[in-house]
Every structure is written in C-alpha cells, then in structure tokens.
C-alpha cells in the first residue's frame, strides 16, 4: 500500500465543502516571486487573497497579531479566490472568488482565537 510520508495525499476533516480544506497547502508562489512557504517562516496563519477587490483586507486586519495578511494573484489558484492557512500548512478555510468574510471570521476565531476589535 502506497503512502505518502509528505501529507499531500492526507485530508483532515474541518467541515465545509470546499475540498481544499483540510490538505496540505500548495506552495503557491504570487507574481513578484514569493511563495507560500516563505511567508510561513513566521510561524503565524496566512490569510491569502487572489481577489482583485483585496476582499479579507478588512477582516484579516482583526487578526493582524497572529495572522498575516497576503493579497496578490499567484501562478496557479486552484479555483480559490483565498484561504486561510494554518501554521502547519494545513488549509483551514477557502473560497471561490466571490469571497465571504463571514466563513473567514469564523474559521479565523476557531484556529487562532478572538479578534482584536
């Protein structure tokens, strides 16, 4: 039996729907050449945003102290439009393009604890 020691073949059950919730995340590399993995380095929750509209600009700003705010477009999205990435590397949440803060807030409260505001 094949099994994958990275963790990418690996899929934790958080809910949702979204079936990159709960895999390992790609190292998605954005447009001026930085990658996820590099970001992670910190030791804090990612909050990514391919949106054009900057759309978790606002809501990640609540947690700017434990997570970090990373908005741009990437070489390959996947589909998503942003996701919150623990700092294991596991994807907590993730949406399409139309991006609803509410599921954001209330992943970001259930991994990394109340807001500051």
């Keep these: 039996m094949f099994r994958n020691t990275a963790g990418l073949s690996h899929r934790y059950d958080l809910g949702g729907d979204q079936p990159l919730v ?15 993995g590099d970001l992670l380095h910190q030791g804090q929750g990612i909050a990514l945003d391919f949106t054009t509209g900057r759309n978790l600009q606002d809501a990640a700003e609540r947690w700017k102290d434990r997570i970090r705010y990373a908005p ?46």
Excluded: K, M, S
Excluded at 22 to 36: C, K, M, N
């Design 72 to 117: 741009g477009p990437v070489g390959n999205d996947l589909g998503c439009g942003a996701a919150l990435i623990r700092p294991d590397g596991v994807i907590a949440w993730a949406e399409g393009y139309d991006t609803d803060t509410d599921g954001f807030q209330h992943a970001a409260t259930r991994w990394f604890g109340a807001p500051l505001r």
């Design 22 to 36: 709960g895999r390992t995340a790609p190292d998605f590399r954005f447009d001026d050449g930085t990658r996820l």
